[in-house]
Nanobody, 123 residues
Framework: QVQLVESGGGLVQAGGSLRLSCAASGRTFSSYAMGWFRQAPGKEREFVLAISWSGGITSYADSVKGRFTISRDNAKNTVYLQMNSLKPEDTAVYYC????????????????WGQGTQVTVSS
């Protein structure tokens, strides 16, 4: 089992940056692909980006390409989401997720979810 706890959310002005962290418990963290989703008010949860267990494969939603970066540190059981050039439309609750592969996460079927952290971008 893997438990995921996000941190780093908050309020930032448009154009600013924020880094989210997702700390995972359990010795099997390094065997999971990891990803981030977000859900804006009144909208469905959407895929943002994902990274393979080794870090060698990444996948990004078109809306965040060139602005967001995912990385992981298996020694620290942590995955990161670096968000730059933030826009008001990036405002959402951001969820960390673990899955068997980048493809399964991108398809919206991860095996584990975090509780979410709020990101608010003001204009």
């Amino acid at each position: 089992q893997v438990q995921l706890v996000e941190s780093g959310g908050g309020l930032v002005q448009a154009g600013g940056s924020l880094r989210l962290s997702c700390a995972a418990s359990g010795r099997t963290f390094s065997s999971y692909a990891m990803g981030w989703f977000r859900q804006a008010p009144g909208k469905e949860r959407e895929f943002v980006l994902a990274i393979s267990w080794s870090g060698g494969i990444t996948s990004y939603a078109d809306s965040v390409k060139g602005r967001f970066t995912i990385s992981r540190d298996n020694a620290k059981n942590t995955v990161y989401l670096q968000m730059n050039s933030l826009k008001p439309e990036d405002t959402a609750v951001y969820y960390c997720a673990a899955g068997i592969s980048v493809a399964s996460i991108r398809s919206g079927v991860p095996t584990h979810w975090g509780q979410g952290t709020q990101v608010t971008v003001s204009s």
